[in-house]
């Protein structure tokens, strides 16, 4: 008999976060379950790795179906650590989320949650990033929930391609209209900083700031089909490499 | 009178790094020198942006043409807070480095010297990431700040391409025979964890592990560059998607 799919599940924002417990909850039919998270938020952290302390996690839970683990760690970390000690094999899928927040554009640069499904990806594993465009600790999640699923079960069963990951973002809507596949919009932050003071008078500097699109928005950018009600969902490269660019910086570094 | 070129250098190995210095005085006669660098280690930090807690800064020395400040935050929050708060014109050129220890193939997702030509490139700066393949404190950056220093001359010359950033890893010999144009070698580390203990007899986890390459090296790959006796130079975009795959993509969530 083949063994069910087996489904980790990882986040940035910290095992007890609502979004990973109901993408749990939501994926828990299609496998075996494997929760293993950072002890806390770690939004932001990229594709960090911890190596100048050691790591370690703790067994939170186990029932039938579904174990969850904790860890000090980087959603990286985390990635790497059930891969490397828990799972006795690979798993089917890798699902990072839901997030807390959306990372369309440019943030796949620095989501922790985007993080974890790199990590996965270059593990050889199907990998997605699940995002909610909204930071309430107490968002609904349920559109993004029935999405991620339905993506979940393609996922199983047809797999990605290797290399590919895939960067799944949800409007929190009443009614989601469709996922489009998108690409990543172009842009930046600007007004990044809010000057503060710490107790001893000295300036500090919390990030904020506000996303700008490079230019004008079109057809196919993910913050549109976002703005028009869509989640939108972006196949990534593990390769970053600009092909296109090769023979002219042969031309420009020539003696 | 034209002002004379903006330098901005940050690293990851923290502003005392032997890497920085040696960068920072090879660069020295080709612009004004902004140093604004973190204030320890924060190898590995990726992307990374600090959201939870504030960041500061405090200047550290204030020179003709070289001004130093060090930063409590990740690499991409040194870029950031230079850019948002410090320099009062964009800079010409990033340069971030040099790192003690090679990024090249897949590690450009984990470096944070990478990450720190990122968020150069995405605030629209040319920006280099330049490491050196030895984690030795006191490696000989000789022929690295040789190349490294060939490389900001031309590039300040003729810039980059909006969304591509460079990433230049230089092997740790006499004579490196010159710098090969090449692509992101595919691979994973394997064995990436030594597990100890710590005081309490619990098991913990020292991130260690080998790069293997997912086939066997070819011409072009930034690994058999380096293997050969050659800096390695891989042009990456910023724009992650993968649009070869979106087609199908299309049809695999199809209903």
């Given amino acids: 008999m083949k063994d069910k799919p087996l489904i980790l599940i990882t986040n940035d924002d910290g095992v007890d976060a609502k979004g990973i417990k109901e993408l749990t909850g939501c994926l828990?039919?299609?496998?075996?379950?494997?929760?293993?998270?950072?002890?806390?938020?770690?939004?932001?952290?990229s594709g960090a790795i911890t190596s100048l302390i050691p790591v370690k996690y703790s067994l939170i839970k186990k029932e039938t179906g579904l174990t969850v683990y904790s860890c000090n760690g980087t959603p990286v970390d985390c990635v790497k650590l059930a891969l490397n000690d828990i799972l006795d094999r690979k798993p089917d899928l890798i699902v990072s989320g839901i997030n807390h927040g959306g990372n369309m554009a440019i943030c796949v640069h620095y989501s922790g949650t985007i993080?974890?499904?790199i990590e996965g990806c270059i593990l050889g594993v199907p990998s997605i990033g699940i995002s909610l465009t909204s930071h309430d600790k107490n968002a609904d999640f349920s559109e993004c929930c029935r999405l991620g699923?339905?993506?979940?079960?393609?996922?199983?069963k047809e797999g990605l391609p290797d290399g590919t990951y895939l960067n799944l973002n949800v409007p929190e809507i009443q009614e989601v209209k469709g996922i489009q596949v998108c690409h990543q919009t172009s842009g930046r932050f600007v007004n990044e900083y809010m000057r503060s003071e710490n107790a001893s008078g000295e300036p500090v500097y919390w990030l904020t700031g506000s996303f700008r699109n490079s230019s004008p928005l079109q057809s196919g950018d993910d913050v549109?089909?976002?703005d028009s009600g869509y989640a939108s969902l972006v196949p990534c490269k593990i390769d970053v490499t600009d092909y296109d660019f090769m023979q002219n910086l042969n031309q420009l570094i020539k003696d």
Same sequence: chains 1, 2.
């Fill in 28 to 45: 828990r039919d299609l496998g075996e379950m494997i929760v293993f998270a950072p002890d806390g938020p770690r939004s932001g952290m």
């Fill in 224 to 226: 549109l089909a976002l």
């Fill in 149 to 156: 699923r339905k993506l979940a079960r393609r996922i199983l």
């Fill in 115 to 117: 993080g974890a499904a």
